[in-house]
Nanobody, 125 residues
Framework: QVHLVESGGGLVQAGDSLRLSCAAS????????MAWFRQAPGKEREFVAA????????VYAESVKGRFTISRDNAKNTVYLQLNSLKPEDTAVYSC??????????????????WGQGTQVTVSS
């Protein structure tokens, strides 16, 4: 069983930055592929970014590439998402997810086994 808890969301203005954190339980965290997804009201869940077990490989959605950075600290069982140059269209609930079964990075939510409860990010114009 893996328990994921996100933090760091909030209300910011366009152009501001935030850093989201996702703390994970589980003794094998360093082997998990970790990802961030987001869901805005009335929209489907959307892939944002993912990182492999050692941080050597990352994948980003085109809409956030160059603005968001995913990273991880395996010693702290934590994955981060740095959000820079935020836009109103980034407003959503951001959730982290863990893939325990694969080493490659996948962008579809069905590949992920465990999810956090999410943290709200609201960007005002």
């Amino acid at each position: 069983q893996v328990h994921l808890v996100e933090s760091g969301g909030g209300l910011v203005q366009a152009g501001d930055s935030l850093r989201l954190s996702c703390a994970a339980s589980g003794r094998s965290f360093s082997s998990y592929v970790m990802a961030w997804f987001r869901q805005a009201p009335g929209k489907e869940r959307e892939f944002v970014a993912a990182i492999n077990w050692n941080g050597g490989s990352t994948v980003y959605a085109e809409s956030v590439k160059g603005r968001f950075t995913i990273s991880r600290d395996n010693a702290k069982n934590t994955v981060y998402l740095q959000l820079n140059s935020l836009k109103p269209e980034d407003t959503a609930v951001y959730s982290c997810a863990a893939d325990l079964r694969r080493s490659g990075i996948y962008t579809y939510p069905t590949y992920y086994d465990y999810w956090g409860q999410g943290t709200q990010v609201t960007v005002s114009s």
